[in-house]
């Protein structure tokens, strides 16, 4: 009851005013049936405004540090993200990406729509990096479409660090389902799983129009953050 309460009474008539989206490809968000939509992720603020727009009710895997923040702020954050129906996935350790993939094919076994973000992070810098192939795994296994979605322009209004969003119109773009019933039985080759991935992150850069970068999101932040000069402090004067 939260979940459309939220949508339809409180966030989402407040978000389709100040953000005034442009969106292009609905229709290609079946009225029902389990399906998968892939986007790219910007933005704090992608979590809210895609599902806004969407008339159906749509589960997104949300990271477990969004469950787990201290103080007051992290509890608020928490029973927003949970009330709100999200799922929080552990991204540490070597069985996170089953995890995960439980999780969702969990959401698709009832039928309904699963939000992922296939880079696993939002991009740092507003590139398109390479996609994990976990929702390949999910979409072979479960045998349901996939709708590419971008999110154009809310890099600008809240990139990484920045609290509150600029108010700006963005736009969204969904691309027609793609079938890869072709590759029923295949969820655990790898190079079935592989192609399938990239095949998605083609169709969302065709939609976004992002530069593309062929590694990892978390590895080339890592990279720079260790490359980085140490940050210098202030001698204290005594």
Known sequence: MFYYVL????LGPVLRLLFRPR???LESIPEEGAAIVAGNHLSFSDHFLMPAII???????????????PGIKGRLTAAFFRSAGQIPVDRSGKDAGQAAIREGLGVLDKGELLGIYPEGTRSHDGRLYKGKVGV???AITAQVPVIPCAMVGTFEIQPPGQVLP?????????GE???????AGMENQKAAIRAVTDEIMYAILELSGQE???EYAAKVKAAEQAAA??????KLRR
């Open 7 to 10: 949508k339809y009474v409180v």
């Open 23 to 25: 969106i292009e490809g």
């Open 55 to 69: 008339k159906r009710r749509i589960t997104f895997l949300a990271k477990a540090e969004y469950f787990t923040g």
């Open 136 to 138: 390949a795994v999910m």
């Open 166 to 174: 600029k108010i700006k119109r963005v736009e969204i773009r969904f």
């Open 177 to 183: 389902q793609l079938d890869f019933s072709r590759y």
């Open 212 to 214: 593309y970068v062929d």
């Open 229 to 234: 000069p140490p940050r210098k402090f202030p």
